[in-house]
């Protein structure tokens, strides 16, 4: 009975962090915007010994059409966000030929803090509280 039971597609992250450099901005061969940056998540935690230990993560996030635009014109290195969205994979072969994956998340939303004001900035419309 258990080998019929199918999960459900589910691919959504919601992940806090700084940016650790500035957005990257070009436009496809189209014309569409895009943006590139990473954020940097941080994690404390207590090791076995009971000392505080910190481990940081670092997700790399691309952002199409207006929120491309947005995130390059208001985020800069070290903006505080919040991303939510889909985790995307990409394989390539590099120059000697050996096979690349990255691991990347496709935002569909971001919550900015800017200058003690926070700006949403989607297509779809989310309300969060804090």
Excluded: H
């Amino acid at each position: 009975m258990m080998a019929n039971l199918k999960m459900p597609d589910i691919n959504n992250i919601l992940i806090a962090g700084n940016l650790t450099c500035d957005p990257s901005f070009r436009k496809t061969t189209n014309g569409t915007p895009v943006a590139n940056f990473f954020i940097a998540s941080n994690r404390k935690f207590k090791d076995n010994n009971g000392q505080w230990r910190e481990n940081v993560c670092y997700i790399g996030v691309v952002a199409w059409y207006k929120l491309a635009e947005s995130c390059y014109e208001n985020i800069k290195k070290g903006s505080a966000v919040i991303v939510d969205g889909e985790l995307q994979s990409r394989s390539w072969r590099n120059d000697d030929g050996r096979r690349k994956t990255r691991l990347a998340k496709k935002k569909s939303s971001i919550i900015m803090q800017k200058k003690k004001k926070i700006m949403i900035l989607d297509i779809v419309i989310w309300i969060f509280n804090f």
